[in-house]
């Protein structure tokens, strides 16, 4: 067994979309996978697929928000799995409206997911990477970091996340680990789905209308942004920290 093969890596958000096909991805390149969703069994789909493949997965229900909940799903994976050296924070919600109609608590659940849970499990996971002088963390922002109509609260989430990232590079780069974020463009899942819903368009027409304006004259999908994590997460990625990588179909601003 390799190297890579003995890694742990965790997944948050992973049931679906992006998080479940990053999961996927790595559970392929040898690491015993961590999915970690709100609901334990919505995790089911990955796990199977996973283990399906002949591959070790966990399924992990918590809320990353919650302090309590995060120290015990980290030990668990600890204790089960082994120490986890490799974080994807993934997890994230959307609450879109304009700012003037836009409540407290969309703003509070937004910035709550995308930041507070990337800190706490950041904070959780950072101590077993320190002790095995390796550690591989990835951040996911956004295009809308660049800013995006009716979505203050999670343009400035991972906008945050852009920030964090970096002083995570900063802090912990002499323990051996590195922090790096992927932003994805216009990606098919539930959340794009919801954006279209919301905007009064059909799926299918959302992502016609969206592929004309990227260069590479298609919308991404989830495997697209696996890729990209996994580089990031690979044993050859070393020397890349603190980079934020656009993965949008074409170059961004």
């Given at each position: ?97 304009l700012l003037f109609k836009m409540s407290t ?149």
């Amino acid at each position: 067994m390799s190297t890579t093969e003995q890694r742990v890596a965790v997944v948050t958000g992973g049931a679906r979309g992006i998080g479940a096909a990053t999961a996927v991805r790595l559970a392929a390149e040898g690491r015993a996978v961590a999915v970690i969703d709100l609901d334990e069994a919505a995790c089911k789909d990955t796990v199977e697929k996973i283990t399906a493949a002949g591959g070790k997965a966990l399924a992990v229900g918590c809320d990353v928000t919650d302090e309590a909940q995060v120290a015990a799903a980290v030990t668990r994976i600890a204790e089960e799995l082994g120490a986890p050296t490799i974080l994807v924070n993934n997890a994230g919600v959307l609450r879109d409206n304009l700012l003037f109609k836009m409540s407290t608590s969309d703003w509070d659940t937004v910035i709550n997911v995308h930041l507070r849970g990337a800190f706490l499990m950041a904070k959780a996971v950072q101590q077993y990477m320190v002790e095995a002088k390796f550690g591989r963390i990835v951040n996911l922002s956004s295009s809308s970091a660049l800013g995006n109509r009716g979505q203050v609260n999670y343009s400035a989430a991972k906008a945050g996340l852009q920030g964090f990232t970096k002083t995570l590079a900063i802090e912990l780069g002499k323990f051996g680990v590195t922090a790096n974020a992927v932003a994805p463009g216009f990606i098919v899942t539930d959340m794009t789905a919801a954006t279209a819903s919301r905007v009064g368009m059909g799926f299918e027409d959302f992502q016609a209308a969206a592929a004309t304006q990227i260069p590479v004259q298609r919308v991404g999908r989830p495997e697209d942004i696996a890729g990209a994590i996994a580089y990031f997460t690979g044993e050859d990625a070393g020397f890349v920290s603190g980079q934020v990588l656009y993965v949008a179909g074409g170059p961004l601003d």
